[in-house]
């Protein structure tokens, strides 16, 4: 008897075993893909991860259907780092691997209909949409569920189907299928026949009176003249000839063209290596032998360069030194709009080995990335990518860079496995003994507090690169400025002057709002109400552009309302400004200057970042208004001017984070000035400007920040010194909800001696309907991890044994940002 033990892609934690034959056990290793039927009739594609000869105790082993593949598609290393992220953020092994692996790797099963071969059907008993049915597969051998939904046009025919299984009209197959294709795209070449001179003369002798194929024909000689025996494809030819494919359809239906097929590389960098015209400056230079010398002694070091150090050259000589040992890069950033600037950069350096990886990729592409980092491919010996490309299954890995290590968006909240890119990459290397190197001018508290116990080392570069001055620093007192009636709208005086004056000099600037949407509450200046969303304690944000009010929590939205929905008054007036309202009012300020604006709302599709950098790269845009998208890490030479809107908003946020994360964010949209000669100027507008945090950013003064936040941590119990897990519960019932998070919270604190809180209800306490409660966990550095979360999972699995809170949703979230 031969057996595997597969992990199937379902939130369930424990893995199944399945039988095999003696063939498929001398063939069948871990990482293998299996098609193995689960539950009454569904089939779901499985992972190997163990091949066994033991057999289950406590049910009777299925056999498997089908083996999907012929070789493995995930590494044992990366099988353990999964094992690893599912034990420590209390997540399953399942959920891991489903959103590890891209969606065409993990097949599941789509329901098909055959007609039953019954000789005999009474079509009087049928209704019309099952006659409709029964007719189609007259047709045709076999249907889809979603086929037979476009025929009847309904969305939900199950009830339908059921009732003729039930006539015995149907029966139903389960089929997998498989929805990875490779790219082909399509090529024309000259038929043999035609090559020579003679060839050519006949030619255009037969296609003299079709003026628009001879055009083609000529156009396709011109190109394989310029392209030097590359293959000539149909898009480049009707793009040269400006004909359309008809006339394409015409040459290849007189014999003229054949056309054939051939697989390309969804994502792929054409190969621009230039030349290195720039080196590394004495600073560069030293901290490169320090970060070489520290990977001696510690397995990870902090590179703590301020902004516009040049620390992105640093890691392209690192990684060079790296590639010469053949070994893979992984180089992670937070957000997805920074990967532009940086593939460009890194494919100017490196040419086509650069590949990229993240969740604007569509399914095909994130495959073939997959196949390559798989197969150690010459074009994936790099690879840039958010906190999804920590999934792949790298063979040889040398070093791992993160960039800008202390961005929030590294850390998952949903859907699980809510994991912490910056920490499971630490993991990852561990396992691959390679080396990492976490870079950031604003480092997060608990990176320093390693490097300050020696867990970590650390290399600091403290001058900007060709010895730029670090930005200039203006605080703005609001009190003041309306006081004194110098504020148009929501910009000082001081604010405009130093706009206009950029804008005369042809520099460009970069306006801070940290609030999308055109205003975040809109009043009744009669009764005081303010529109609400239905399904969540919200106020609903008004966006101009698109004259709606829009639930930023569900997505729920109406049409601006013309009067107040309570008292029927029609004195409706915004309170609170977002990027909208800034852009509209820089435009009527400025009206020679071109305004853009990025944010969630302009950067949807896939090159919605792209087309922003590039046209504000290119001097397109002359003022830029953004959310905290600008302030990561991009690189613009003409930018001198940085005006942060209000500094105000992130401060006050009910988080043991905020000024921290305020600090972060206003160091880092301070660092876009002034980048390339000339001393930057940033100004901040702020009601507080004698606020500890403020007087930190002004004054670059990370160290001071460091030890006055270090200090509070350790008196309230908060990380570095304290873990947290906060434990979230949600239901539509809130009386039930009370009582279950009661229940949980007290069976908590009576089994674990450490501080438990809670069930608090949060700032918003209503999202979709649904009510939340939350418990938040700490655990001391004295107790064992590991022991108490296994506590914590039996408490949860009890909690949910209860029959009255069983439909509770516990949601746990470890280390939580």
């Known amino acids: 008897m031969y057996f595997i033990e597969v992990v199937l892609p379902l939130s369930l934690a424990n893995t199944f075993t ?183 003369n006949q030619l255009l002798e037969l296609l003299k009176n079709a003026q628009k194929q001879r055009e083609m024909v000529l156009s396709y ?69 320090e970060i070489q010398q520290s990977f001696q002694h510690h397995e990870v070091t902090l590179l703590h360069g301020v902004t516009s150090s040049g620390k992105t050259e640093i890691y392209i000589k690192l990684i060079e030194d790296f590639l010469k040992q053949e070994k893979q890069v992984l180089y992670l950033l937070p957000e997805i709009a920074l990967t532009t600037q940086l593939v460009a950069r890194l494919t100017a350096h490196f040419g086509n080995k650069v590949a990229v990886f993240h969740s604007k990729y569509n399914d095909n592409e994130r ?103 670090m930005p200039e620093i203006e605080l703005i007192d609001l009190k003041d400025k309306y006081f004194r009636k110098r504020m148009q709208g929501h910009f000082s005086d001081v604010l405009l002057n130093h706009i206009a004056e950029a804008l005369a000099l042809g520099e460009q600037v970069i306006l801070f709002q940290n609030r999308r949407g055109y205003s975040p509450v809109l009043e009744c200046m009669t009764c005081g109400s303010v529109p609400e969303c239905s399904q969540c304690d919200v106020s609903l944000t008004y966006h101009k552009h698109k004259n709606q009010l829009r639930c930023h929590y569900c997505g729920y939205s109406i049409a601006k309302p013309t009067h107040c929905s309570t008292c029927s008054g029609i004195d409706l007036t915004t309170k609170g400004f977002g990027t909208e309202q800034i852009q509209q009012e820089v435009q009527a300020l400025f009206p020679a200057a071109k305004v853009g604006r990025m944010d969630q709302d302009t950067t949807r599709g896939k090159f919605g970042f792209e087309k922003i950098i590039d046209s504000f790269s290119n001097r397109e845009m002359d003022i830029l208004v953004g959310t905290q998208m600008v302030a990561k890490g991009l690189d613009f030479d003409n930018v001198n001017l940085v005006g942060i809107m209000n500094a105000d908003n992130m401060l006050y946020h009910p988080d043991f984070r905020a000024y921290e994360r305020s600090f972060q964010m206003l160091m880092q949209v301070a660092g876009r000035a002034g980048r390339s000669e000339k001393r930057g100027k940033v100004l901040i507008q702020t009601y507080n400007p004698n606020h500890n945090t403020i007087q930190q950013v002004t004054n670059n003064d990370y160290l001071g920040m460091y030890k006055e936040q270090l200090y509070d941590r350790k008196i309230y119990f908060y990380p570095p010194y304290y873990r947290l897990i906060r434990v979230t519960l949600k239901h539509r019932d809130f009386e039930k909800l009370k009582e279950g998070s009661m229940w949980l919270y007290q069976v908590l604190k009576q089994n674990l001696n450490i501080p438990v809180l809670g069930p608090e209800e949060p700032a918003i306490s209503r999202i979709r309907n649904e009510y939340i409660r939350i418990i938040l966990i700490k655990i001391p550095q004295s107790e064992n991890l590991g022991l108490t979360k296994r506590k914590i999972s039996k408490m949860l699995q009890s909690f949910e044994a209860i029959a009255n809170f069983r439909s509770i949703k516990a949601i746990v979230n470890v280390d939580f940002y």
Not at 69 to 95: F, K, R
Not at 263 to 280: A, G, H, K, M
Not at 420 to 440: E, N
Request: glycine share 2%; net charge negative.
């Open 18 to 200: 399945y039988q095999i034959n003696e063939a498929e056990y001398h063939f069948i290793k871990p990482g293998f893909r299996v098609a193995v039927p689960f539950g009454k009739s569904k089939i779901y594609t499985a992972l190997v991860i163990e091949v066994h000869q033991n057999k289950p105790e406590k049910y009777e082993a299925k056999e498997i259907h089908q083996v999907l593949d012929e070789n493995p598609i995930a590494t044992p290393v990366q099988i353990q780092h999964w094992q690893w992220i599912a034990s420590y953020y209390m997540c399953t092994l399942g959920e891991v691997y489903r959103s590890a692996v891209p969606a065409p790797f993990l097949l599941e099963s789509e329901t098909i209909v055959t007609q039953n071969n019954t000789d005999f059907v009474l079509e009087e008993t049928l209704t019309d949409d099952e006659f409709l049915v029964y007719q189609a597969l007259q047709q045709q051998s076999s249907l889809k569920i979603d086929e037979v939904a476009q025929i009847l046009n309904k969305k939900n025919v199950l009830p339908l189907i059921k009732s003729l299984i039930d006539k015995n009209v149907l029966k139903v197959e389960e089929e997998v299928t498989e929805s990875y294709k490779p790219k082909l795209i399509r090529y024309v070449r000259l038929k043999p026949q035609y090559n020579s001179n003679e060839g050519l």
């Open 221 to 289: 000689f011109q190109l394989v003249a310029t392209e030097k025996n590359k293959p000539i494809a149909v898009k480049q030819l009707t793009e040269k000839s400006n004909a359309t494919a008809a006339v394409i359809k015409a040459l290849i239906d007189k014999d003229v063209f054949e056309e054939y097929l051939l697989q390309q590389d969804r994502v792929s960098f054409e190969n621009n290596l230039q030349v290195n015209n720039w080196s590394l400056s004495l600073a560069q230079n030293l901290a490169l032998s």
């Open 367 to 469: 495959v073939e990335v997959w196949l390559q980092s798989l197969q150690k491919s010459e074009k994936a010996q790099i690879i840039i990518g958010a906190r999804s490309a920590l999934f792949l299954p790298f063979n040889d890995l040398g070093l791992i860079v993160i960039d800008e290590e202390h961005e929030q968006s590294f850390k998952q909240s949903d859907p699980s496995p809510r994991f912490h890119a910056r920490d499971a990459a630490v993991i990852l290397a561990h396992y691959h003994k390679a080396k990492v190197i976490l870079g950031s001018a604003t480092p997060s508290i608990e990176t320093y507090f390693n490097v300050q116990n020696k867990k970590y080392g650390m290399v600091e570069l403290t001058q900007r690169y060709s010895n730029v001055l």
